[in-house]
C-alpha cells in the first residue's frame, strides 16, 4: 500500500510539474511575440537599435534586406553551441531554442501584418513605447524562466568563466552594437538607442519582479518586546529579534528586523519614535518579499 501511495504521489508530481512547464513555455512565447512586436512598431520603422544579435540584424538588413528574424536565428546558432557547452547543456536547450525561435518567426511574420512606417515618427515616442515593450516581452520571458538569446548568453558564459558581471557583458556587447548604429543611421539615433536600452531594463525589470517593492528594517533599541508588539499589533507584520553587540560599549543588543511596504514605513518610523527616540533604524529596499503577508513562496509564480 505504501508502495502504491508513493508512485501515485510521484505521477500526480510530474503532471504538475509538466503543467508548470507548459505554462512557462507559454510565457517564453508571449515574450518573443511582444519582443517582434516592439520591433516592428517602433524600433525598426525609426532606425533605433537595442542592441545584441537583434541589433545587429537591423544594421544588415538596412544594407541587404535580408529578413532580421532569420538572421536572428543564424546569429544565434554559434552562441547556443556555446551555450550548450557551458550552460547546463539539456537544461539549457528547450528555453533558449523556443525564445529565439518564437522571436525570429514572429519578428519575420508580423512584417507582413503590421505597418512597415510604424504608428509614429516621433524619435522620442519611438524610444520610449519601443523601449517599455520590448522590455516588457523580456521580462516575460524571463518569467518564464527562459532567456533572449544572443548576448544574454554571452554575458552570461563571460559572467561564468571571466568574473565579469552579466550587466557590464551586456554593457560591452550592446555599446559596441549601438557604436555600430552611430555609422549606419547616424549619432543622433544612436544616443537614442542607449535611452532605449535604459527604459527596456527597468521595463523587464518591472515585468519581471513587478512593482511591489518593499522595505526592510533593522532596529536597534531598549525596548525590544514593546516596539515588537506594536509592530505586530499595529501594523500585522511578523518580526524577527536578532542577537548583535555594540563594537565601541561592547553590550549586547537585540536588533528588531521586519518587512513592510512602502505605505507602512512612515507608520513604522512614527511608531518606533513614539516607543524609544533614541532607537537607531535602518530602512532598506528590497526588491521582493515572499512568505505570509507578502507573496506567496510558491515556485508556480516564478
Not at 510604424?118 to 521580462?139: H, Q, R
Not at 508588539?229 to 524577527?240: C, E, H, W, Y
Request: some cysteine; hydrophobic content about 45%.
Amino acid at each position: 500500500m505504501d508502495t502504491h501511495t508513493s508512485t501515485m504521489k510521484y505521477f500526480f508530481s510530474q503532471i504538475e510539474f509538466r503543467k508548470r512547464d507548459i505554462g512557462e513555455y507559454a510565457l517564453i512565447v508571449l515574450g518573443g511575440l511582444v519582443q517582434a512586436a516592439a520591433l516592428r512598431l517602433f524600433l525598426v520603422p525609426a532606425e533605433l537599435v537595442s542592441g545584441g544579435i537583434s541589433g545587429m540584424a537591423q544594421l544588415i538588413h538596412h544594407y541587404t534586406a535580408f529578413p532580421i528574424g532569420m538572421m536572428v536565428l543564424l546569429g544565434n546558432i554559434p552562441l547556443f553551441i556555446l551555450g550548450w557547452q557551458y550552460l547546463g547543456g539539456p537544461r539549457f536547450v528547450v528555453r533558449t531554442v523556443l525564445a529565439i525561435v518564437s522571436f525570429s518567426i514572429f519578428t519575420d511574420v508580423l512584417v507582413l501584418f503590421l505597418p512597415r512606417e510604424g504608428v509614429t515618427n516621433d524619435l522620442v515616442l519611438n524610444t520610449i513605447y519601443g523601449g517599455l515593450l520590448l522590455g516588457v516581452g523580456l521580462g516575460i520571458v524571463y518569467r518564464g524562466r527562459g532567456t533572449s538569446g544572443g548576448s544574454d548568453i554571452l554575458g552570461r558564459i563571460l559572467n561564468r568563466y571571466t568574473g565579469i558581471s552579466i550587466s557590464q557583458a551586456y554593457l560591452v556587447t550592446d555599446s559596441l552594437v549601438v557604436l555600430g548604429a552611430g555609422f549606419v543611421f547616424g549619432w543622433t539615433k544612436a544616443l537614442y538607442g542607449l535611452v532605449l536600452i535604459y527604459v527596456s531594463g527597468l521595463a523587464a525589470e518591472t515585468a519581471l519582479q513587478g512593482t511591489s517593492v518593499v522595505r526592510s528594517a533593522m532596529i536597534v533599541t531598549t525596548q525590544t518586546d514593546a516596539i515588537s508588539s506594536a509592530i505586530m499589533r499595529d501594523l500585522q507584520r511578523g518580526v524577527t529579534i536578532l542577537s548583535g553587540t555594540g563594537a565601541y560599549s561592547g553590550e549586547p543588543k537585540n536588533v528588531i528586523y521586519c518587512a513592510v511596504t512602502r505605505m507602512e514605513i512612515n507608520r513604522l518610523r512614527i511608531l518606533v519614535h513614539d516607543l524609544d527616540p533614541k532607537a537607531f533604524m535602518v530602512i532598506g529596499q528590497a526588491q521582493e518579499a515572499l512568505g505570509e503577508g507578502f507573496k506567496p513562496l510558491s515556485l508556480d509564480d516564478d
